[in-house]
């Protein structure tokens, strides 16, 4: 009982505004032209569900979201072990680092269209130099951070470096990569969505501007609110996963903790 009342609790503040936005479209305070009522925007959606017109650029922005995280990953994980446990490495990056990182992310959009063009090759590389820097430094401070009395443990046990960075400073940088990684996540699907806005032939993006500008106004609520949905969702599963990831931590940690004792 307790628990079916937050859920719902959770979910009043979104059925408040979705009333509010109803009476303020239906009694005209807002144009219903340009302010169309929720169950308007629900038909428009439905029906564009129904053509498999929105399957098709959810499909598109996902894989450019994907694919941008995925290699985000790949590029900020190491580097930021790397920056962690090597000064000369954190030395020698810190003026290139310090350059690139507040160049907003939608800056070089321009950039890649001249590169690779208007198509997914371009969303994605954008989501991914959108997506690293996120996962770059929470690494790093994890990586820095690495409870010095286990790594000086795992040497005295006999480990070797690489035993010693893989099994016990890695591990415990954990929790800050999963919180990079979440963050990384919103901002994927941000800069995505952005760069099928500038110069998408497809996605999500690209179908809200395509809605605008060609009046259909419902729709255009439709994809945003789809936008707004996709990221919940995203999230969502995010925080599960980082949930077990954390479990199992946790149980490493006191494991190694044990065997420092």
């Not at 996902?62 to 072990?81: E, S």
């Not at 680092?97 to 950039?111: D, G, N, Q």
């Not at 690779?116 to 820095?144: K, Q, S």
Request: hydrophobic letters at 55%.
């Amino acid at each position: 009982m307790r628990s079916e009342r937050r859920g719902f609790d959770r979910w009043a503040s979104v059925l408040g505004a979705v009333a509010v936005w109803e009476v303020v479209s239906q009694t005209g305070i807002l144009h219903p032209a340009f302010f169309p009522p929720p169950s308007r925007v629900l038909l428009a959606l439905v029906r564009e569900l129904e053509t498999g017109e929105i399957p098709r650029h959810i499909w598109i922005t996902l894989t450019a979201y994907a694919r941008g995280l995925a290699l985000a990953l790949a590029i900020g994980v190491p580097w930021g072990v790397l920056l962690g446990r090597i000064r000369l490495v954190r030395r020698a990056s810190a003026v290139l680092i310090e350059m690139l990182r507040p160049i907003p992310s939608v800056a070089i959009i321009p950039v890649a269209i001249l590169l690779l063009g208007i198509g997914e090759e371009m969303r994605f590389a954008v989501a991914c130099y959108a997506a690293v820097w996120p996962l770059l430094f929470n690494t790093m401070y994890g990586v820095y951070n690495a409870d010095p009395v286990l790594v000086d443990s795992a040497r005295i046990f006999g480990f070797a470096r690489w035993e010693v960075l893989l099994r016990v400073v890695v591990p415990s940088a954990l929790p800050f990569i999963t919180t990079g990684m979440r963050v990384s996540s919103a901002v994927a699907l941000i800069v995505t969505v952005t760069a099928e806005m500038v110069a998408g032939t497809g996605g999500l993006g690209f179908y809200v501007k395509a809605t605008e500008l060609g009046g259909r106004i419902p729709e255009m609520y439709g994809g945003i609110l789809l936008l707004g949905t996709l990221g919940y969702l995203l999230n969502h599963l995010l925080r599960a996963a980082e949930g077990r990831a954390l479990r199992w931590y946790r149980g490493a940690m006191g494991r190694a903790e044990e065997g420092a004792g």
